[in-house]
């Protein structure tokens, strides 16, 4: 009697517990059917923030945060998942977030020491820690780097050392959502005339746009403000996301800049608005007169190129000088494509995505006279910087692209054969959201983590 008992007992223990897994293991598959492609895997942060930190925008108490779940947040490009997602399940999402907010640390990652590639054992060393969400770096010479962090600070890195100080002065940014201070650029002729670009969000009576300047550094100090792209402030908008920002130059005295739709999908493909485009400007800020759009009454002289929902990855092959780009899709549909004079790349009337919630956003894939993506991500990566790899040490990457990923904490090395991705491989993974990452001019390769707020250096094992 006592061994039935005690089986009984064995039993109902297994039971429980495999009720108790099967419940879990529902949890994580709707948290990964509709809050992993903004908010990342691990709740770490994708396109948008972190879930697992405690910093709520909109009310940390339960009440809000099923009424966010439930309802969205417009501004902030959050759809309402009250439609798809019951009462009772979005409970159950609410119970999930609080359980990992008690497991979030920001150190708990440990960084690699060495990974592994198909052609390389590679080092990977910490550059710089302990930064606020960097967003971007630039080299100015071989022993200076210029970063980004979005709260509004510009920093100097000298000789492998993070100064204490930011660089003093530098323009006032809308520090919310996805806004903030974003890509930073060096001339490529800075040895000559020191001049350095930032892209940033700025905010005029309560709407924003993606702004763009020029300055020079000096004793520490941003100094010979310029600027360079500053949209009409009637065409500045409420939202808080989607502000693109990459900012990239080409061989012939050009600059390129990206400004995301800003949530206003309908707004690419309107000429008269800067939003959801690739633009192209001279270094000075005036409009070279072979752009696209110039002839057109009342467009903005500067698009290069329309139809594009966020792009935030821009790079010029180093053989063709063709200009390449990675966009954030929706839900699925990230996409890469060569941007090329005057074309329309589709957004929002063809996608390979849908809505977050689930919904069709278009019936249409292609469609004549707009562009299809040379690759597509679906699931999305919240596919971020770009760079092709131009150094020495890792030779046989030489002109290979280099592809960050938000999403799932990615590196990705993309081999491109006449135009066409012929094979990609994940070099690095796990160690933070890959929001840049760039050639370094000692040919070592630099990714930019926002979360944990590292810069990582990659040289090969020799």
């Not at 969000?201 to 941003?222: C, F, P, Q, Y």
């Not at 309908?266 to 696209?292: T, V």
């Not at 390449?324 to 929002?348: M, P, V």
């Amino acid at each position: 009697m006592r061994r039935l008992f005690s089986l009984y007992i064995l039993l109902t223990i297994i039971f429980s517990t495999t009720q108790l897994f099967a419940q879990e293991n529902e949890i994580v598959k709707l948290y990964d059917e509709w809050c992993a492609t903004c908010h990342g895997t691990n709740m770490q942060g994708g396109n948008s923030g972190s879930l697992a930190d405690s910093e709520w925008l909109y009310g940390s108490d339960n009440a809000s945060i099923v009424n966010s779940i439930k309802f969205g947040i417009d501004k902030e490009g959050m759809p309402a998942f009250n439609d798809v997602i019951s009462d009772d399940e979005i409970e159950e999402l609410l119970l999930f977030i609080r359980e990992e907010e008690k497991k979030y640390t920001v150190s708990e990652k440990e960084t690699l020491t060495t990974l592994n590639t198909y052609e390389y054992n590679i080092n990977v060393e910490v550059f710089a820690e302990n930064l606020d969400e960097p967003w971007s770096i630039s080299f100015p010479d071989p022993v200076t780097a210029l970063v980004t962090e979005k709260p509004g600070r510009l920093r100097i890195i000298k000789n492998g050392k993070l100064l204490d100080n930011p660089v003093k002065g530098i323009p006032e940014v809308l520090d919310k959502g996805q806004g903030g201070l974003l890509d930073v650029a060096v001339d490529p002729d800075y040895e000559m005339n020191g001049w350095v670009y930032l892209s940033f969000s700025h905010e005029v009576n309560g709407d924003a746009m993606t702004k763009l300047v020029r300055g020079k550094i000096s004793d520490n100090t941003w100094t010979d403000e310029q600027v360079l792209f500053e949209a009409p402030h009637d065409l500045y908008i409420g939202t808080r996301h989607h502000y693109g920002s990459r900012t990239v130059f080409d061989n012939d005295g050009h600059l390129y800049f990206s400004i995301g739709e800003r949530g206003q999908r309908d707004q690419a493909q309107n000429l008269f608005r800067p939003n959801g485009k690739i633009h192209r400007i001279n270094r000075d800020g005036s409009i070279p007169e072979d752009n696209p759009f110039i002839g057109v009454e009342n467009s903005i002289k500067s698009i290069f190129c329309y139809g594009n929902r966020n792009p935030q990855g821009l790079a010029i092959h180093p053989v063709t000088g063709e200009l390449w780009a990675t966009e954030h899709g929706q839900k699925g549909g990230d996409e890469l494509n060569i941007i090329r004079s005057g074309n329309n790349y589709g957004w929002d009337v063809i996608t390979y995505g849908r809505n977050y919630d689930g919904t069709v956003s278009t019936e249409h894939k292609k469609m004549d006279g707009m562009e299809i993506p040379i690759l597509y991500w679906t699931p999305s990566i919240a596919v971020c910087g770009l760079d092709f790899y131009t150094g020495d040490l890792f030779s046989e990457w030489k002109n290979d692209l280099l592809v960050g990923a938000l999403k799932y904490e990615e590196l990705r090395l993309l081999d491109i054969e006449d135009n066409r991705v012929i094979h990609q491989e994940v070099i690095l993974k796990n160690q933070g959201r890959v929001r840049d990452v760039s050639t370094g001019p000692d040919g070592a390769i630099y990714v930019v983590l926002n979360e944990p707020g590292k810069i990582l250096r990659l040289t090969p094992n020799d």
